[in-house]
């Protein structure tokens, strides 16, 4: 059975800067493509980036462009997500997600991912 934890959210102020995590388990965490994703009240689910199973290629949305990066520790069985700059509208509760195939690449859908974890609220002030 394959676990995603997600940490790190928090409250903060505009401008300011959190660090999220997503510790993995239960299978070959190195082979899968990982994904941010995001939900803010009364909206739906959103793609924030993606890492490839390797590291090697990410993506992100348009509205975080610069602003957050994604990275992964294979040997932590972890995935990152740096978010710098924060406004308001970052606000929302963040999801890790694994896709389901080995060796996948960048995908945008939150149909293309298999496992998620259980979100970490992310709150920016004006």
């Known amino acids: 059975q394959v676990q995603l934890v997600d940490s790190g959210g928090g409250s903060v102020q505009a401008g300011g800067s959190l660090r999220l995590s997503c510790a993995a388990s239960g299978r070959s965490f190195s082979r899968y493509a990982m994904g941010w994703f995001r939900q803010a009240p009364g909206k739906e689910r959103e793609f924030v980036a993606a890492i490839s199973w390797s590291g090697g290629s990410s993506d992100y949305a348009d509205s975080v462009k610069v602003r957050f990066a994604i990275s992964r520790d294979n040997a932590k069985n972890t995935v990152y997500l740096q978010m710098n700059s924060l406004k308001p509208e970052d606000t929302a509760v963040y999801y890790c997600?694994?896709?389901?195939?080995?060796?996948?690449?960048?995908?945008?859908?939150?149909?293309?991912?298999?496992?998620w974890g259980q979100g970490t609220q992310v709150t920016v002030s004006s």
């Open positions: 997600a694994s896709q389901s195939p080995p060796y996948g690449g960048i995908w945008y859908h939150p149909n293309d991912y298999y496992y």
